[in-house]
């Protein structure tokens, strides 16, 4: 079992910057993938960046030029700028390895003036 806990959520003004952190405790040995999600309401959950062990990322389309994904060993970090009004979500990050993916419960990420 893999147990997440992210913090670092808020609001901030359009353009605007904020950095979220997930702290990963439990069997992280076997860990592969952390990664960050995003759901906004009414939307369906969707991949905002993650990064493998070898230091691999994959970012949403949306996000490219904006977030910065980083890692350690457990913990893995978002350094959000330029922030829109449509980055406003619940994020979530996420631990992968061959048995199974686990999500944290959330940090709540309001853009707006």
């Known amino acids: 079992q893999v147990q997440l806990v992210e913090s670092g959520g808020g609001l901030v003004q359009p353009g605007g910057s904020l950095r979220l952190s997930c702290l990963a405790t439990g069997t992280i040995d076997y860990v592969t993938i952390l990664g960050w999600y995003r759901q906004a309401p009414g939307k369906a959950r969707e991949l905002v960046a993650d990064i493998s062990s070898d230091v691999d990322t994959k970012y949403g389309d949306s996000v490219k030029d904006r977030f910065t994904i980083s890692r350690d060993w457990n913990t893995v970090d978002l350094q959000m700028t330029g922030l829109k009004a449509e980055d406003t979500a619940t994020y979530y990050c996420?631990?992968?390895?061959?048995?199974?993916?686990?999500w944290g419960k959330g940090t709540l990420v309001t853009v707006s003036s």
């Open positions: 996420n631990a992968r390895h061959s048995g199974g993916s686990y």
